[in-house]
Structures are given as structure tokens and as C-alpha cells.
């Protein structure tokens, strides 16, 4: 039983680039989110899927893409990065919001 | 609207209490929750409380929830080392789909 998994662990991307954030869950979660977490802001959420098959916007979407790939994996997708992507971004699921280790971003 | 307050930082020395403060401000909160985020890890959620009580308890951890001042403290007796971090506080309001809004963070120094 692992959790919540994120990958990869760290990144670095020159601006315009693009990549796929991916997240899997084992818990049997109908709920997963993702945030951002950025110095001296706490987490922002992003986009978020109350259950399989549907997605919704959070409070700091632009930018960013989701899919709720089947019940178990919620992927973010940045089509073409910026400098201000530049942060630790933090998939969770289920309702009390059990946390992935994140993946840290860094876009040049 | 959403909005949750924390001060940003903590220091205390082991062995004594430590307590952590966050305010909202939005009235319809059914959950209120407490994480706990060691450096380079995700948050690790500690406890909870629904709105509807006051107090709760678990272990060296106690959550004081003042409603009418929109007002929560997560007390942790006897401090130790490990209990270094940054805790968040967290929100969930009526209808939010789930969602949390969760508070800027507070990190808490442990010195010996």
C-alpha cells in the first residue's frame, strides 16, 4: 500500500517547454487534488477531481491542464511553461486529503 | 469569503507546550484540520475536528476550536525536536466539493 505516488520527483524545464505531472493513488479514492506550494503562500489548489471522470478548477488554474486518467491516476499537464511555475506542486486524494512526497519544479 | 491566518513562525524549548493559532473567516466550515510538513516531505495530516465541537483530543495533541471568534490552536505538550515543521491549518466549507483552503503555514523551532 503506497499511497500516494508522484512523479517525477524533481524537474527542470526551459520556458515554452512542456511536460506531465502524474499522480497514482491505492487508497480506492473517488477525490484527488493538486496544488501548488509556493514560499510564504501555503498551498494553492489547482485543479482538483471529485470523482473519475470529472474535473473541476481550482483557485490558480491558468496554465494548466488535468485528466483524470481512470480512478487511481490524476496527471497535470503544463503545455508550455513559465518562470512562474516555479514551485513544489503536491498531488492528494481522498476526502481528509492524504498527501503525495511532490514534485519540484523549476522552469528556467 | 475564504481566507485562514497563521503566524509564521514558533520557537520553543523542548519540553515545554507549544501552541500553534489560526483564524478564518468564513462561518460555513465543516472541517477544520491540522497538517504537519517535515522539510522536503508532503503535508502529513495530524487530526481534525468538526465545527460542531469544541475540543479534541489525541495524545500530546489537543485542538481548541472557538467558533464565534473563528478561532483554532493545535497544542502540542511536551515539545520535542521531531516536532519540528511548518503546520497548516486547513478549511473545508458547506458545498466546497471537498476542497480545503488551508493557511499560509506556521514553522515551529524546537531547541534543546
Known amino acids: 500500500n503506497a499511497g500516494v505516488t508522484q512523479t517525477p520527483k524533481f524537474q527542470v524545464l526551459k520556458t515554452g517547454q512542456s511536460m506531465t505531472l502524474q499522480c497514482a493513488q491505492d487508497?480506492?479514492?473517488?477525490?484527488m487534488y493538486w496544488y501548488r506550494q509556493d514560499p510564504g503562500m501555503g498551498l494553492r489548489l489547482i485543479y482538483y477531481s471529485a470523482s473519475e471522470g470529472t474535473t473541476d478548477k481550482g483557485e490558480v488554474p491558468n496554465g494548466y491542464n488535468v485528466s483524470r486518467l481512470n480512478k487511481r491516476e490524476f496527471s497535470l499537464r503544463l503545455e508550455s511553461a513559465a518562470p512562474s511555475q516555479t514551485s513544489v506542486y503536491f498531488c492528494a486524494s481522498g476526502t481528509l486529503q492524504f498527501f503525495g512526497p511532490g514534485t519540484r519544479l523549476t522552469v528556467l | 469569503g475564504e481566507d485562514v491566518e497563521q503566524s509564521l513562525f514558533l520557537s520553543v524549548r523542548e519540553g515545554d507546550s507549544s501552541v500553534i493559532n489560526c483564524t478564518y473567516t468564513d462561518s460555513s466550515s465543516t472541517y477544520l484540520y491540522w497538517y504537519k510538513q517535515e522539510p522536503g516531505a508532503g503535508l502529513q495530516l495530524l487530526t481534525y475536528?468538526?465545527?460542531?465541537?469544541d475540543m479534541k483530543q489525541d495524545q500530546r495533541l489537543t485542538v481548541l476550536l472557538n467558533k464565534k471568534d473563528k478561532h483554532l490552536s493545535l497544542r502540542i505538550a511536551d515539545t520535542q525536536t521531531g516536532d519540528s515543521a511548518i503546520y497548516f491549518c486547513?478549511?473545508?466549507?458547506?458545498?466546497?466539493?471537498?476542497?480545503?483552503?488551508f493557511g499560509t503555514g506556521t514553522q515551529l523551532k524546537v531547541e534543546l
Open positions: 487508497m480506492n479514492h473517488n477525490s
Open positions: 475536528i468538526f465545527s460542531n465541537m
Open positions: 486547513a478549511e473545508k466549507l458547506t458545498g466546497g466539493g471537498n476542497k480545503l483552503t
